[in-house]
């Protein structure tokens, strides 16, 4: 069984960072990966990072301006945001032990989401 508790959310203007943290606990040795979903669409792919930290993943709508990272002695995941842009506005969730492609929702354990508001 794995918990997952994101943290880090908030308001900010365009072009303001955020830094979303993933708190783990139970079984954390396994791809994680950060998603997002706003208002009326679907969940969607922003972020994936494989257990040793060495492979990294992105949607190309954040490629450059989103950084994923992982502290294992922490049992922490987090998601740099940079140059937020308002079409960043949605609420993010982060997942681990994918059942099978990283930028699939197919993710054994989710958490309950965080929520990040860009104003223009």
């Known amino acids: 069984q794995v918990q997952l508790v994101e943290s880090g959310g908030g308001l900010v203007q365009a072009g303001g960072s955020l830094r979303l943290s993933c708190a783990a606990s139970g079984r954390t040795l396994s791809v994680m990966g950060w998603f997002r979903q706003a208002p009326g669409k679907e969940r969607e792919f922003v972020a994936a990072?494989?257990?040793?930290?060495?492979?990294?993943y992105y949607a190309d709508s954040v490629k450059g301006r989103f950084t994923i990272s992982r502290d294992n002695a922490k049992n922490t995941l987090y998601l740099q945001m940079n140059s937020l842009k308002a079409e960043d506005t949605a609420v993010y969730f982060c997942?681990?032990?994918?059942?099978?492609?990283?930028?699939?929702?197919?993710?054994?354990?989710w958490g309950q989401g965080t929520q990040v508001t860009v104003s223009s």
């Open positions: 997942a681990s032990h994918p059942r099978g492609s990283y930028y699939s929702t197919a993710y054994d354990y």
């Open positions: 990072i494989s257990w040793s930290g060495r492979s990294t």
